[in-house]
């Protein structure tokens, strides 16, 4: 069983520690992201780094349309992951969407997991009522029409704006490149469950100890989108990183780990 989840997932463990710290990326991303962030952990954690299935390495035959027409199906893998591995006490990290399926591994199984650590999280990307997501309906239908109409055109456009940064253009030049290895059918799959989702009923019921990390500047996830995430989740933090973006722990490393260590002290 857990040969099979090693494949299917790209399972990678890293450091010595007895404490275990499980990243999962965001779309259109892999563990790869990540490299940043592990060194700073490795010598205290057991770091365990998955790709989600139709991500980078894993196995792309695994794929479900139907197990993975939301999010659960992701969170169902990730509990299964722990399982497989005999995880206890588990620090998740969950980068943008991933968060979400944080939010869901933690509600199925809220013994498994210790602290979660929602690096750019959002439950709902579109404008509701009184809640900002950031996006109308009609934004997110023409995100993902092109999406549909002209994937690599879209991963050239959408890679500067998620990662920001344009003076550092070799970040938003991996990001797109990390969205091309994709399969597009997958990725366009993917994409409407992530943008058309809605997990704000989520965020109540947790109980688990929760750090939520926000750049002051992110054209996907507002501060107000994090505001919103941190007053409906009981026990947690909200800090705002002096960053930009939508990926720190790639464009401010140092930030967000100082923040993480912080929150796990």
Same mark, same amino acid.
């Given at each position: 069983?857990? $040969? /099979? @989840? %090693?494949?299917?997932?790209?399972?990678?463990?890293?450091? &010595?520690? *007895?404490?275990?710290?499980?990243?999962?990326?965001?779309?259109?991303?892999?563990?790869?992201?990540?490299?940043?962030?592990?060194?700073?952990?490795?010598?205290?954690?057991?770091?365990?780094?998955?790709?989600?299935?139709?991500?980078?390495?894993?196995?792309?035959?695994?794929?479900?349309?139907?197990?993975?027409?939301?999010?659960?199906?992701?969170?169902?893998?990730?509990?299964?992951?722990?399982?497989?591995?005999?995880?206890?006490?588990?620090?998740?990290?969950?980068?943008?969407?991933?968060?979400?399926?944080?939010?869901?591994?933690?509600?199925?199984?809220?013994?498994?997991? $210790? /602290? @979660? %650590?929602?690096?750019?999280?959002?439950?709902?990307?579109? &404008?509701? *009522?009184?809640?900002?997501?950031?996006?109308?309906?009609?934004?997110?239908?023409?995100?993902?029409?092109?999406?549909?109409?002209?994937?690599?055109?879209?991963?050239?456009?959408?890679?500067?704006?998620?990662?920001?940064?344009?003076?550092?253009?070799?970040?938003?030049?991996?990001?797109?490149?990390?969205?091309?290895?994709?399969?597009?059918?997958?990725?366009?799959?993917?994409?409407?469950?992530?943008?058309?989702?809605?997990?704000?009923?989520?965020?109540?019921?947790?109980?688990?100890?929760?750090?939520?990390?926000?750049?002051?500047?992110?054209?996907?996830?507002?501060?107000?989108?994090?505001?919103?995430?941190?007053?409906?989740?009981?026990?947690?933090?909200?800090?705002?990183?002096?960053?930009?973006?939508?990926?720190?722990?790639?464009?401010?490393?140092?930030?967000?780990?100082?923040?993480?260590?912080?929150?796990?002290?």
């Amino acid at each position: 069983m857990l $040969k /099979k @989840l %090693i494949i299917r997932n790209n399972i990678t463990i890293h450091g &010595d520690g *007895n404490k275990s710290m499980l990243f999962v990326h965001g779309y259109g991303c892999n563990q790869n992201m990540w490299r940043f962030i592990i060194p700073q952990f490795k010598d205290d954690y057991q770091i365990i780094l998955i790709d989600l299935v139709g991500s980078g390495k894993s196995d792309e035959n695994a794929y479900d349309y139907d197990k993975y027409s939301s999010l659960q199906g992701y969170a169902d893998d990730v509990v299964e992951i722990c399982d497989a591995l005999n995880l206890k006490d588990v620090i998740l990290v969950g980068h943008s969407v991933s968060a979400m399926i944080g939010v869901l591994a933690a509600l199925k199984r809220p013994a498994i997991f $210790k /602290k @979660l %650590i929602m690096v750019s999280p959002s439950p709902r990307y579109i &404008d509701d *009522n009184e809640y900002f997501g950031g996006f109308s309906e009609n934004d997110i239908e023409e995100l993902l029409k092109t999406l549909d109409s002209n994937y690599l055109g879209w991963t050239s456009t959408m890679a500067p704006v998620i990662m920001s940064n344009l003076d550092r253009p070799e970040l938003a030049e991996e990001l797109e490149h990390s969205f091309c290895q994709s399969n597009p059918a997958i990725a366009k799959h993917f994409a409407r469950v992530t943008f058309l989702g809605d997990n704000r009923s989520d965020l109540e019921k947790l109980t688990t100890d929760t750090l939520i990390l926000q750049c002051k500047l992110d054209a996907i996830a507002s501060i107000k989108v994090g505001q919103y995430v941190h007053n409906h989740i009981f026990n947690s933090k909200f800090v705002v990183l002096d960053a930009t973006g939508h990926c720190p722990h790639i464009s401010s490393p140092d930030q967000t780990v100082a923040a993480i260590k912080t929150f796990l002290k």
